[in-house]
C-alpha cells in the first residue's frame, strides 16, 4: 500500500471494520529520502498502536526529518 499525496491512505480497509487489537503500520522511508539526495538515520518507522471495541476512525500522523520522526493520535 502506498500513500496519496496528502500522505493517507484514504482507501486502506475501506468499507471494512478492523477487530479490536494491537496493529502495526511499517513505513520505508529511506526511499523517500533518498529520492531527495538525502540520508535517513533510519530505514523505516514502525507505528504500533491499539483498537479498542466502538472505535472507528484514525487519524496517526507520522511527521519525517531525515534525523528522527513523532506520531500522535490527531482528530
Keep these: 500500500m ?6 493517507r491512505c484514504a482507501h486502506w480497509l475501506a468499507n471494512s471494520e478492523l477487530s479490536p487489537g494491537v496493529y502495526r503500520l511499517r513505513f520505508e522511508i529511506a526511499g523517500y529520502f533518498a529520492q531527495q539526495n538525502l540520508e535517513s538515520l533510519y530505514p523505516f518507522v514502525e ?9 472507528a ?3 496517526i500522523p507520522l511527521l ?6 513523532t506520531t500522535y493520535r490527531g482528530t
Excluded: K, Q
Excluded at 502506498?2 to 500522505?7: I, P, Y
Excluded at 507505528?47 to 472505535?55: A, M, Y
Design 47 to 55: 507505528v504500533t498502536f491499539r483498537i479498542r471495541g466502538g472505535e
Design 64 to 69: 519525517l526529518s531525515p534525523a528522527g520522526y
Design 57 to 59: 476512525n484514525f487519524h
Design 2 to 7: 502506498h500513500t496519496d499525496n496528502e500522505g
